[in-house]
């Protein structure tokens, strides 16, 4: 069935009141309803042709009005999308034109001076092959949101048990977490925590929020998960005692190439897209996402999912 628009919504609505006030006005006598007469009178037939008259004009005005209000609506959100597309593309150009240049830059070096020690060779080889690894994470992360935007009503859901796949994202990260002296403590965490949803989109929602503690929240800085069940979905809290961010950012935080701090994010290798896919990722699987300042001084974000 197909949608109504704004301004068609708004037409009927005035035209559905109007109608039932003629109706109450015409057959009824007066408005506490106690005595009902028949259309005898010729006064009655002229003033239910006069209603009708009216009403005919009224809608033909609230037809034009209402094609006016959808043209506009649709131009704001088509200028809108237009923006949208653009910011996005600056931002993707200006993602790539960074790590392409660091490369082009080590291997023109290398190919013009081949004489270059070494260990020389060999530190700009690995530069190069970290910045294409930050490339190919870049791509990796446009591809998953445009496959959430285009294609989510085609994503396969199965079951997913939520407790291991937290389990196996903490195995994973164990040394990136060692390294900065930081703890994950997911006591809280109950287990055969089981949903139906993608096995791939569950796990980037809570790989991407434990890197971004790791990436951002500072030495030493401790990881809590916990959930609680609700009738038809599960609410987690997930936060860290790190550095935080200023509140004038929760808002965007969200925001697809949003950084908090531009020089420090790209140096920490982040591709900007981390809680963008995060969130994207929640509300395919009817649920939703919220960020705050935690407690501890760092950041928390709840948000749940449906069973």
């Known amino acids: 069935m197909k949608k ?16 039932a006030y003629a109706a109450i006005f015409i057959i009824f006598d007066d408005y506490d309803r106690r005595a009902e007469k028949p259309l005898n009178e010729m006064a009655d037939w002229h003033l239910l042709w006069f209603s009708v008259v009216v009403m005919v004009g009224l809608a033909f005005l609230l037809h034009r009005y209402a094609l006016h209000m959808d043209q506009r609506i649709s131009r704001e959100q088509a200028e809108k999308q237009n923006l949208m597309r653009r910011e996005l593309t600056q931002n993707i150009a200006h993602e790539l034109k960074t790590p392409v240049a660091s490369i082009l830059g080590y291997m023109e070096t290398l190919d013009d001076n ?32 445009n496959r959430m935007d285009s294609a989510s009503g085609m994503i396969e859901r199965e079951q997913v048990d939520v407790s291991r796949l937290v389990g196996d994202i903490v195995e994973e990260t164990k040394l990136a977490l060692q390294q900065r002296g930081m703890t994950f403590h997911g006591e ?95 509300v395919l699987h009817g649920g939703s996402i919220t960020a705050r300042l935690s407690n501890g001084g760092g950041l928390a974000f709840d948000f749940t999912l449906r069973k």
Do not use: C
Not at 4 to 19: P, Y
Not at 125 to 133: E, G, K, L, V, Y
Not at 225 to 250: K, M, Y
């Open 188 to 282: 809280g965490l109950p287990q055969g925590i089981v949903i139906i949803g993608n096995t791939s989109l569950i796990y980037s929602i809570f790989r991407n929020l434990i890197d971004n503690s790791i990436s951002y929240a500072g030495q030493g800085a401790a990881i809590t998960l916990s959930a609680i069940e609700l009738n038809d979905r599960w609410q987690f809290t997930f936060s860290d005692n790190g550095a935080g961010v200023a509140p004038e950012h929760l808002p965007r935080i969200f925001e697809r190439f949003y950084r908090v701090d531009k020089g420090r994010s790209r140096s920490m290798g982040g591709t900007g897209l981390g809680l963008a896919i995060v969130k994207n990722a929640i």
């Open 114 to 145: 081949p004489q270059l020690p070494t260990e020389t060779q060999r530190q700009f080889i690995r530069r190069s092959h970290s910045q294409a690894q930050r490339l190919t994470a870049l791509l990796q992360d446009i591809s998953t949101l």
């Open 4 to 19: 109504l628009s704004e301004g068609r919504k708004m037409f009927l609505s005035v035209m559905l009141i109007f109608a």
